[in-house]
C-alpha cells in the first residue's frame, strides 16, 4: 500500500484525501505539528471535544462525561505537547456497516427518545433497554467514538504514528445485530477490520474487567486475529462467555485465548499473568500491529468491578504491550468510578509517551472530582478477598500455554483488501485453506514456519496424528473447573 506523505499545514491526511483529520491548534506548538523522527516513539491523540456531552440516563452507570475529565487531565498535565492532537470525523454509514447489520444501523439512526414507543416492538430483537437505553444523540454519539478508532487505525496504516489513543473508544460488547453491555457500535471491530486491510496479523489484547465478547465473536474463526482476554468469568458474570475452553473455530482454532480470574486479584498476579500469557502470545502469533483494550473497570474500587488493581498495575500491562514496539491501538473500555477512570487513562497516557507524572494532580475545572486527596495514584487495592490462589494461577497459565502449542506457525496469508462483508471474507479464507488441505502436499505433510514436519513429530503416539483425537486430547487433558 503507497504511503502518503505528510506536510506541516493544518490538516494532515491519516490515509486519503478523503479522511482527515484536524489538529487542534491551540493546543499545538510548531514543534508538535511535526511527525517525531523516527527514533522516537511518534504518537497521536485521536479526541472528539463532544463525545463527551452525551447522557445515556440519570442512574446509568456509564458516563461519557469520564472522557472530559481525562482529556483535561491530559491537557493539564501537558501531555498533549507530547503528542500530535486530532479532531477526529465522525464515522460514515457505509464505514459502520462494514461489520453491523444495516437494519440495526437504521433503527440507530431513527430511534429518539421521544418516537421510542413507535420502535418498542424492535427492543428485544437490538437488545435496547435497561443496559443500553435509548438517549438523545445515541447514533451520533456512536458516530463520534467509532470514527476516532478508524482515523486512528488509518494512522498507524499510513505510518504517520507508531501509537494511536482513542479512550472513547473500546465498546467491545456490541455485536453485529444488536447492542450489549452499554456498547452500540463495536469500534474495535471496525478497527481492525481497517489494520486487517495492511497487516496480516492483528493481536487484541482485552483488560477490561468483563469479558471482550463482541471482539472474540466478530474474529472467532479467523487466524489473521487473535483475541486474549483477561477477565472475571464465573459463569454469571457479565457477559457470562469467556470460559477456557472457548478458543475458536475453523480456520480461528485456537486463536481466541480466554484468562478467566477470580474475584480480588491483586497487582503481583495480574502483572506476572499478564506477562506470561502475552510473551507465549506473541511468540506463537508474531503479530503485525496489536489492538489494546483498557478498560477501567478492573481497578479496584470500581463501581461494578471486584478486582484490586491499582492505577500503577493497570499501566504495567500498558508497558509490557508498548514494550514489543509494534503498532500499537489504543483503547478505552468499561469504567464506572468517573473520578478513578480518568486517573488511569491520564497515567497510561504519560506512558505511551515516555513521560513521568508528578501524583499531585494538576489545578484543571474538574478538580473536586478528585476529592480528597487530589492525587494522580489513590489507594485502590485490598477491598475484595482475593480468591486467585497460587494454584488456580499457574493452572490457568498451564492452560494457555497448553492451547498456544497446539498452534502452527505464524499464519501466512496472500495480502488482499477485505471486503465489506466480514463473512464472505471469512468464508473465502476458508475454501481457500478446504482446497490447500485437500492438494496432494496438504495430505502428505503439513506446514510449520515454512518446513514440512513428519506427521506425528509433535504428537505422543498413532492416535494422536489425527486432527480429532489431537482436539479431543487436548480437551481432556487439560480440562478444568474454573467456575467459582
Excluded at 491519516?14 to 508538535?32: G, L
Excluded at 473500555?333 to 494532580?361: K, P, Q
Amino acid at each position: 500500500m503507497p504511503r502518503r506523505s505528510y506536510h506541516d499545514d493544518a490538516r494532515v491526511a491519516t490515509f486519503t484525501e478523503d479522511y482527515r483529520s484536524t489538529q487542534k491548534e491551540k493546543h499545538m506548538t510548531p514543534s508538535t505539528v511535526r511527525l517525531a523522527s523516527h527514533n522516537k516513539t511518534r504518537v497521536a491523540y485521536f479526541h472528539d471535544e463532544g463525545v463527551g456531552n452525551y447522557h445515556y440516563g440519570e442512574r446509568h452507570p456509564m458516563k461519557p462525561h469520564r472522557l472530559t475529565l481525562t482529556n483535561h487531565l491530559v491537557l493539564n498535565y501537558g501531555l498533549h505537547q507530547k503528542m500530535e492532537i486530532y479532531q477526529p470525523r465522525r464515522a460514515t454509514d457505509s464505514e459502520i456497516l462494514e461489520f453491523h447489520a444495516e437494519d440495526y444501523i437504521d433503527f440507530l439512526k431513527r430511534v429518539t427518545p421521544d418516537n421510542a414507543e413507535q420502535f418498542e416492538s424492535l427492543f428485544q430483537r437490538f437488545n435496547v433497554g435497561d443496559d443500553c437505553p435509548i438517549f438523545d444523540g445515541i447514533y451520533d454519539f456512536c458516530q463520534r467514538y467509532a470514527g476516532a478508532t478508524i482515523e486512528a487505525s488509518r494512522k498507524l496504516i499510513a505510518n504517520g504514528a507508531d501509537i494511536c489513543i482513542n479512550w472513547s473508544g473500546g465498546l467491545h460488547h456490541a455485536k453485529k445485530c444488536e447492542a450489549s453491555g452499554f456498547c452500540y457500535v463495536n469500534d474495535i471491530v471496525l478497527g481492525i477490520l481497517e489494520l486487517l486491510r495492511y497487516f496480516p496479523r492483528v493481536l487484541y489484547v482485552d483488560i477490561d474487567i468483563h469479558h471482550g465478547d463482541g471482539v472474540q465473536e466478530a474474529f472467532y474463526l479467523t487466524d489473521r486475529v487473535m483475541t486474549v482476554s483477561f477477565h472475571k468469568y464465573n459463569g454469571d458474570f457479565f457477559p457470562g462467555t469467556g470460559h477456557i475452553d472457548e478458543i475458536g473455530s475453523s480456520l480461528g482454532k485456537y486463536y481466541s485465548v480466554n484468562v478467566p480470574l477470580r474475584d480480588g486479584i491483586d497487582d503481583d498476579a495480574y502483572v506476572w499473568l499478564f506477562k506470561e500469557v502475552i510473551d507465549a502470545v506473541m511468540s506463537t502469533f508474531q503479530p503485525s500491529a496489536i489492538v489494546l483494550q483498557c478498560g477501567a473497570d478492573s481497578l479496584g474500587c470500581d463501581r461494578l468491578g471486584c478486582f484490586n488493581l491499582s492505577i500503577e498495575a493497570h499501566g504495567r500491562c500498558v508497558q509490557i504491550i508498548k514494550g514489543f514496539k509494534l503498532p500499537l491501538l489504543v483503547v478505552g473500555g468499561g469504567g464506572y468510578t468517573v473520578r478513578n477512570v480518568a486517573r488511569c487513562w491520564t497515567y497510561e497516557t504519560s506512558i505511551l509517551v515516555d513521560t513521568t507524572l508528578s501524583n499531585d494532580l494538576p489545578p484543571n475545572m474538574y478538580r473536586d472530582f478528585f476529592r480528597p486527596d487530589y492525587k494522580l495514584h489513590p489507594h485502590l487495592s485490598g477491598r475484595v478477598e482475593n480468591q486467585n490462589d497460587r494454584q488456580y494461577l499457574l493452572k490457568v497459565r498451564e492452560r494457555v500455554m497448553e492451547q498456544l502449542r497446539y498452534l502452527d506457525a505464524a499464519p501466512s496469508i496472500q495480502m488482499q483488501e477485505i471486503p465489506p462483508d466480514i463473512q464472505g471474507f471469512l468464508d473465502g479464507e476458508l475454501e481457500n485453506r478446504d482446497a490447500e488441505d485437500d492438494s496432494e502436499i496438504g495430505k502428505d505433510r503439513r506446514r510449520l514456519g515454512g518446513r514440512a514436519i513428519l506427521e506425528g513429530e509433535w504428537y505422543e503416539d498413532d492416535d494422536d496424528n489425527d486432527g480429532d483425537a489431537r482436539d479431543s486430547l487436548w480437551q481432556k487433558e487439560n480440562r478444568m473447573d474454573i467456575d467459582v
